[in-house]
Structure formats: structure tokens, C-alpha cells
């Protein structure tokens, strides 16, 4: 199965320990050999409040399922 970044941008990223809705991917960093080393991921909290840089990032290793609506990852 192929996803586009678009297509995982669409998705929630939740916690896999206790199944809170994180945030959203908005960006890949991509190494000069076309892999991907970690997505940035705009908090939930951004978006309710409008307070300070709330970006984080996710390794690739983190993720432990892509499902249809949501990507979990372990923190």
C-alpha cells in the first residue's frame, strides 16, 4: 500500500500509551537519500489556542500503525 504525505496529513496522530489525539502531520524531513527521518506534527493545543510554537516531531520509528483515520505512535 502507497500513501502520499497528503494522505497521511489527513489522519490524527494518537498516542498508542493512553489514546490521546496529539495533533497532525504538516511536514516530512527527507534525508539526501529520500528517506524519511521524522514528520513534524502541529499540536491539538496550536489549534484551541493559538499559543507559541507547538510543533513536534515524530520518528519514523515511532509509528507502530497507520489505520484508516489515525496514525498511532508510541511516545
Given at each position: 500500500m502507497?500513501?502520499?504525505?497528503?494522505?497521511?496529513?489527513?489522519?490524527?496522530i494518537v498516542s498508542i500509551e493512553d489514546g490521546r489525539r496529539l495533533g497532525r502531520i504538516i511536514d516530512a524531513q527527507i534525508n539526501s537519500?529520500?528517506?524519511?527521518?521524522?514528520?513534524?506534527?502541529?499540536?491539538?493545543k496550536f489549534w484551541r489556542f493559538w499559543k507559541g510554537n507547538n510543533e513536534f516531531t515524530v520518528l519514523f520509528s515511532q509509528i507502530k500503525?497507520?489505520?484508516?483515520?489515525?496514525?498511532?505512535?508510541?511516545?
Amino acid at each position: 500500500m502507497y500513501l502520499n504525505l497528503s494522505d497521511l496529513q489527513r489522519k490524527d496522530i494518537v498516542s498508542i500509551e493512553d489514546g490521546r489525539r496529539l495533533g497532525r502531520i504538516i511536514d516530512a524531513q527527507i534525508n539526501s537519500n529520500g528517506i524519511i527521518e521524522h514528520f513534524i506534527v502541529l499540536d491539538y493545543k496550536f489549534w484551541r489556542f493559538w499559543k507559541g510554537n507547538n510543533e513536534f516531531t515524530v520518528l519514523f520509528s515511532q509509528i507502530k500503525k497507520i489505520g484508516t483515520d489515525v496514525i498511532l505512535i508510541e511516545l
